[in-house]
């Protein structure tokens, strides 16, 4: 199966600490979307049916929608917020179960975000 996201070691390493806001950009590019913190990348959805439906997903529990190309947009997020949508990166979507799971990250995230007001 092709890999339709990367979480890069520095994602993992901000989920590690828990923070109530981190400044974050979304950006659709020719080669995908990706998630960046302070000029890094955390999360790469490739450009294949499957890394845009998952980039879709994510964009949903961040509480955002997909950018246009090339104009990113800033947002702020708890650290919690952002498991979920790294979590959603993994799932395997041709795996029936993975839409329960799917569709809990997607609550959970919306709660969080509802609950302390971070989106912009």
């Known amino acids: 199966m092709t890999q339709h996201t990367k979480v890069t070691d520095y994602g993992d390493q901000l989920i590690s600490v828990p923070r109530a806001h981190l400044r974050m950009e979304l950006v659709q590019t020719t080669d995908g979307l990706v998630l960046t913190h302070e ?40 650290t919690g917020v952002l498991y979920r949508a790294l979590g959603i990166s993994y799932l395997d979507l041709h795996n029936q179960e993975s839409y329960k799971l799917l569709e809990r990250l997607l609550e959970e995230a919306e709660l969080q975000r509802r609950g302390t007001n971070e989106s912009l």
């Open 39 to 78: 000029g890094k990348s955390v999360l790469e959805c490739y450009l294949t049916e499957n890394g845009m439906l998952i980039a879709g997903f994510i964009a949903k529990a961040l509480g955002v929608n997909i950018p246009p190309m090339n104009h990113p947009i800033p947002i702020r997020v708890s």
